[in-house]
């Protein structure tokens, strides 16, 4: 374990520089930040326009909640191809998997602070002002969220080294997939049942719910399901990642099918 924690850190130490070399603060703040912001409000704004009760509040809160999410996390896992590092991290005589989660992790707290910074600026701008210790509670939500939506990007991330050129595409499948179908923008009931059962297992769905039900009242006890579920997905999509890197990089060790790009 203690070998696993020293390559995860200095797997996110990685990470860091790339984001440094990603993002400015300015360019965070002006770049990329602004972008989030007018794409939820446009969801805001269209709830509004519905004049349906509780349409925009409820957009507000799954804009917010997975702003961000998704991006980069997926290419970044195939980086170390591109740069000609994966060769070596293949032969090392330890796990590829915690050097491939520290790299990636990186983005998860992208993700936290792209989401904190949608609520307080959504709120503000459109003066929605839920009950405030309902919102001590939002950032469990955004967290666990987060760190389940990478584990499913962690997997993703593991099969793309079999075909590096698809990064940007699995990104932008995932984040419309979150959006669409896990209960972001349109209820999970409006879905087909079979539609329904894939993103109960998809992570966000039980997030967003979550969320909601803490910002609406919902007792401790279903909101606390909600949470546990969303825990169990992602867990689940770690196992496959953990499985699926492994399985990767011993074929990659046993027949040479390691490339330099």
């Known amino acids: 374990m203690r070998g696993w924690l020293r390559i995860f850190r200095v797997g996110l130490v990685v990470g860091w520089q790339d ?14 930040l602004a972008r989030i912001i007018t794409s939820a409000a446009i969801w805001v704004l269209l709830g509004r326009m519905t004049q349906v009760p509780g349409q925009a509040e ?20 195939a980086w170390d191809q591109w740069e000609g590092t994966y060769p070596l991290l293949v032969i090392a005589p330890t796990p590829m998997a915690p050097a491939l989660m ?38 469990i939500g955004v967290i666990l969220l987060a760190i389940s939506t990478f584990c499913l990007s962690l997997f993703l991330g593991s099969l793309v080294r079999l075909a590096p050129a698809l990064r940007n595409i699995l990104i932008n499948i995932l984040t419309t997939v979150i959006v669409a179908f896990c209960g972001v923008s349109t ?14 297992i998809l992570p966000a769905t039980h997030g967003v719910t979550a969320i909601r039900g803490m910002l609406d ?10 949470l546990g579920l969303e825990a169990l997905v992602g867990l689940g999509w770690l196992a496959a990642a953990l499985a699926t890197t492994e399985a990767i990089a011993e074929a990659g060790r046993a027949d040479g099918s390691i490339e330099f790009s």
């Open 19 to 32: 984001f440094r070399a990603f993002w400015t603060p300015a360019t965070w703040l002006f770049g990329w």
């Open 102 to 139: 520290g790299r990636m992790f990186i983005w998860v707290g992208h993700w936290i602070a792209s989401a904190f910074a949608a609520f307080a600026i959504l709120m503000l701008v459109f003066g929605w002002r839920p009950d405030w210790h309902a919102l001590l509670a939002v950032p």
């Open 58 to 77: 409820y957009l507000l809160v799954g804009s917010a909640a997975t702003a961000g999410v998704g991006s980069f996390a997926i290419a970044a896992a």
């Open 187 to 200: 209820p999970l009931a409006f879905w087909p049942r079979w539609l329904q059962a894939i993103a109960e």
């Open 217 to 226: 009242g919902r007792a401790p006890g279903a909101v606390g399901a909600e």
